[in-house]
């Protein structure tokens, strides 16, 4: 079983539209959550961090992390076509050294 | 730009050959870690490396080696290329040991070996 789980889609929704990306995770040790986004050819960039539970907000992005039942989820609203990229999930334990990503889900923003 | 320096971008080589990956970290980090992304099995922790010393290993093969040097540049060495070896390599950087609070990313070198 991997570590990190993600759909990698491809997801394809409407400009406009509520965008939901979601990673499970097996180690309940995990304790830093991020989301990056990775254009094509391009090197990822972190969008949020999160520690431990709880939401947290910026802009239209709004990233979640359910502990009890080892989800973290990234919500784009109002997507728009230059949200069209790669997003992985990363997370990590204290005190390890690396993060660990997800397979990464491929988002298109439709015109 | 994110500051952290890829050379080169793009490298064809044969296999059996050697090749060197450089890097150069954001300004004020001292942590490099590099990673390998493939169409199959997504971003791998290679190794990292703190001032200097090597401070985690991931899933890198005898193969490669790195090392990172007083200036904090670090350098990926992988030798007797096969085939899958052809991937994106991608360095990062973080002020501190830990990088908690997330990397920084170069773009990556596009590594193809035919």
């Known amino acids: 079983q991997k570590e990190v789980e993600q759909d990698p889609g491809p997801l394809s929704v409407p400009e406009g539209a509520i965008v939901s990306l979601n990673c499970t995770y097996s180690n309940s040790a995990f304790q830093y959550f991020m989301w990056y986004r990775q254009y094509s050819r391009k090197g990822p960039e972190l969008l949020m961090y999160?520690?431990?539970?709880g939401n947290k907000e910026d802009g239209r992005f709004t990233a979640q992390v359910d502990k009890s039942s080892k989800y973290i989820s990234l919500f784009i609203r109002d997507s728009q076509p230059s949200d069209s990229a790669t997003y992985l999930c990363a997370i990590k334990t204290t005190g390890a050294q690396k993060l660990v990503f997800g397979q990464g889900t491929r988002l298109t923003i439709n015109p | 730009d994110s500051g952290v320096t890829q050379t080169p971008k793009h490298l064809i080589t044969a296999t059996g050959q050697r090749v060197t990956l450089r890097c150069s970290p954001r300004s004020g980090d001292l942590s490099v870690y590099w990673y390998q992304q493939s169409l199959d099995q997504g971003l791998q922790f290679l190794i990292q490396y703190y001032n200097g010393e090597e401070r985690a290993k991931g899933n890198i093969l005898e193969r490669f080696s790195a090392q990172q040097f007083p200036d904090l540049h670090s350098e990926l060495n992988l030798s007797s290329l096969e085939l899958g070896d052809s991937a994106l390599y991608f360095c990062?950087?973080?002020?501190?040991?830990?990088?908690?609070?997330?990397?920084?990313f170069g773009s990556g070198t596009r590594l193809t070996v035919v």
């Open positions: 999160t520690y431990s539970s």
């Open positions: 990062a950087s973080s002020a501190r040991d830990s990088g908690s609070s997330g990397y920084t």
